[in-house]
């Protein structure tokens, strides 16, 4: 029991306490939601609420977490058993303080969680690769031959990362039309979402010492919802031969709250069987998924929102340990704060399709909203609404809506 009442199947329950930085009088502010309430930890620092733990309290009086995640495994562990206690004893410091460090978490602005110094995005859900094989490629040979080997990844960009229920604008590029020879330039009209998963890492590596498979959870600060936006008719034309580049760039989404590994951790399930040998550095005997239900909405202008796609994290061929381990095995430095995303995340079932381009399969089967409309590609005023929850019988954590809006693109 908590002395806030919060319930255990709250998606900001006492068993989630993810972290997050929240508006506070105008100043980015770190926090930690518990039910509809946000912890200042700036606050609990400022007022002596910390005292007795053994790390630097300044931390917190950054604008992002870095600083924090940098403390450590050891303190984020110390961290969520004060919190925990805190929440669970009326004779805490917290109790006491409660009207000076608990602010209300609901329609309070949140800011980008962290610093993101690099951003690498994967390619690892083995049903969402093949699915754009089959369409794009030979539906014999929908995998490429590394596919089962590595954790094929690419490095994104930083700097268009931004906050849930940040607008949008339509990204302008070349694209080849049908039986064209030459490209033209202009808005995209094969706008699309990518349901994924991204790490935050906390603990980073020196430049020429790899990150073990066995270690890589050590570096791992949580996870968050990431919706990579994807211009499919210029990633068409640009692609071959070295991957996305503009048709990724413009933009990318993260939920607002960091679920912490420690969280996640009664949530550990194992994924699919790898039925063709790894390397050594990258066996692992530990399950290294986790069962994450993920749903996408798509809501028109001034219309109600229809669910179009569940699936779920544990769907992963590779797992987050994989891919920092693999991301770091040629002696690559990942930093506190970097943000690693799963890839698009598919299941078997055609509802569980985590893209516009397999859910409407490239255009062919348009999907059908609640308003009697059509989708096969997002349109302008269309919103995409991200979730995910983590449930038993006895609790659930959430991560907080993933939202972002699609406005027209700049004529240019």
């Known amino acids: 029991m908590n002395w806030l009442n919060v319930d255990n199947h709250h998606s900001f329950s006492i068993y989630n306490l993810p972290y997050g930085i929240f508006d506070r009088e105008g100043v980015p502010t770190p926090g930690v939601a518990i039910g509809d309430h946000i912890i200042d930890l700036r606050a609990c620092a400022s007022k002596g609420l910390l005292n007795d733990l053994d790390f630097d ?40 303080h409660q009207d000076e460090v608990l602010v209300n978490r609901i329609g309070t602005q949140m800011y980008l969680p962290v610093e993101v110094g690099d951003y690498t995005d994967f390619y690892s859900s083995i049903e969402h690769a093949t699915n754009v094989g089959i369409m794009f490629r030979d539906p014999a040979n929908a995998l ?34 049908p039986n064209a020879t030459n490209p033209v330039f202009g808005p995209s009209k094969r706008l699309d979402f990518e349901l994924e998963m991204a790490f935050v890492v906390g603990q980073s590596n020196t430049l020429g010492n790899p990150i073990s498979v066995d270690e890589a959870e050590d ?36 939920s607002p709250w960091i679920v912490t590994m420690e969280a996640l951790d ?53 797992n987050m340990s994989q891919q920092l381990a693999h991301h770091t095995v040629n002696g690559c430095n990942a930093r506190v704060g970097d943000l690693m995303a799963s890839g698009t995340i598919s299941g078997k079932d ?4 985590g893209s516009m381009l397999e859910l409407s399969w490239s255009g062919k ?11 096969t590609f997002i349109e302008d005023g269309d919103t995409i609404i991200m979730r995910a929850r983590c449930s038993n019988n006895d609790f659930s954590i959430g991560f907080g809506d993933c939202v972002g809006k699609i406005l027209p693109a700049d004529q240019l």
């Open 57 to 96: 309290k300044s931390v917190f009086n950054s604008s992002v977490l870095n600083p924090f995640m940098a403390t450590g495994k050891s303190t984020w562990k110390l961290m969520r058993a004060w919190l925990i206690h805190s929440l669970t004893n009326e004779a805490s410091l917290l109790h006491k």
């Open 144 to 177: 490429m031959p590394n596919w089962k080997h590595i954790p094929v990844g690419y490095h994104g960009r930083a700097s268009s990362i931004v906050i849930t229920g940040t607008d949008i604008k339509r990204p302008n590029g070349q694209t080849l039309p």
């Open 219 to 254: 570096h791992i600060f949580g996870m968050m919802v990431f919706n990579d936006w994807s211009a499919r008719d210029i990633q068409k034309w640009e692609y071959v031969p070295l991957g996305p580049f503009l048709a990724k760039n413009f933009a990318s989404t993260v």
């Open 266 to 318: 009664p949530f550990r399930c194992a994924g699919p069987e790898h039925d063709v040998p790894v390397l050594p550095y990258l066996q692992t005997n530990r399950d290294g998924n986790f069962n994450i239900a993920l749903e996408v909405d798509l809501m028109p202008e001034g219309g109600s929102p229809s669910t179009i796609s569940k699936s779920n994290y544990q769907y992963m061929y590779w």
């Open 350 to 353: 055609p509802g569980s399709y």
């Open 365 to 375: 089967n348009p999907i059908p909203l609640a308003n009697g409309e059509t989708r």
